[in-house]
């Protein structure tokens, strides 16, 4: 695979020497990026730990996977992304999503939004963290935002612009991010079950051939973006068929699902290189992003394939 693929990890809090020493053998074993997730009051402030890392790495993008652009201002997270850019020296990534978790509206003592406004502010919320983020004064008065001669004096980021990173599976989701992203990270997740925070998943061949088809419609009119899968599952092992078995019986999903999708890698290391090259060739999957509890096995990939 060598440069055309590249491996990222999620990591959370929840420890100060734990996450530091993620952050360390994520850049020290050449993965591409380290994020971390956005569920206020259910994880660590997310640029909070983005600075941590930026302060004990020095190659390693860092970015938000992905921050709920429904409960919060873009001026506020413009400021907070400049700042990490700078202090990174130009090296984060501004992953915006929609939200889903249905606590982070009503803990605030707001109303859960519909899908439909909670994209709609997601992609309003794009455009004017890109402009602040450019130096633009930014004027809006409507249902989502109010900004008045809105304007980042200072810090400046080191990137102009911040690398953007859209995170979603719906259709209207992907094809803006086709359109103006420079990775779209697809989750395979579809509706939010009940709980507020597990999906169900859309992870057949002819669901992830829609996805890749709206990523490539938002993309019509210029160079696509990198897509990216949100790794569900990953582990390396010489008993595949058991470890498939027992994903399956746990997360309650027809194995016919998790057999053969870019969301779940799992076998020998030859065998999962196969399984990530017939992904980037019929879907264009180059990049993996999984979470720190897979990080020995993102590593030992990232050494095969180097």
Known sequence: MGDLTRFGVQADTTSAREFVQVARTAESAGLYALFVPDHPASCA?????LAAAAAVTQRIRLGTYVLNTGVHHPLQIANDLNTLDLLSDGRAVMG????????????????????????????????????????????????????????????????????????????????FAGEHSETVSVSGLGATKSDGHSHVPCWSHAEIDESI??????????????????????????????????FARRADIDMALVEDNPFVLVGTVAHITDQIAAHRERWGFTSFVARASHLVDICALVEHTM
Request: charged content about 25%.
């Open 96 to 175: 915006l999503g929609a939200g889903h978790t249905p606590t982070e509206w009503t803990q605030r003592g707001l109303n859960y939004p519909t899908v439909k406004s909670r994209v709609d502010r997601m992609m309003r919320f794009s455009e004017h963290v890109r402009a602040l983020n450019r130096g633009d004064v930014v004027n809006s008065r409507d249902e989502y935002f109010v900004l008045n001669d809105a304007k980042i004096a200072s810090p400046v980021a080191c990137q102009t612009p911040v690398p953007l990173l859209i995170g979603g599976n719906g259709p209207k989701v992907l094809r």
């Open 45 to 49: 402030s997310p640029f909070v730990a």
């Open 213 to 246: 088809s709206h990523i490539r419609t938002g993309a019509t009119d210029r160079d696509g973006p990198v897509v990216e899968a949100l790794v569900q599952r990953l582990k390396i092992t010489d008993d595949r068929r058991a470890t498939m078995e027992s």
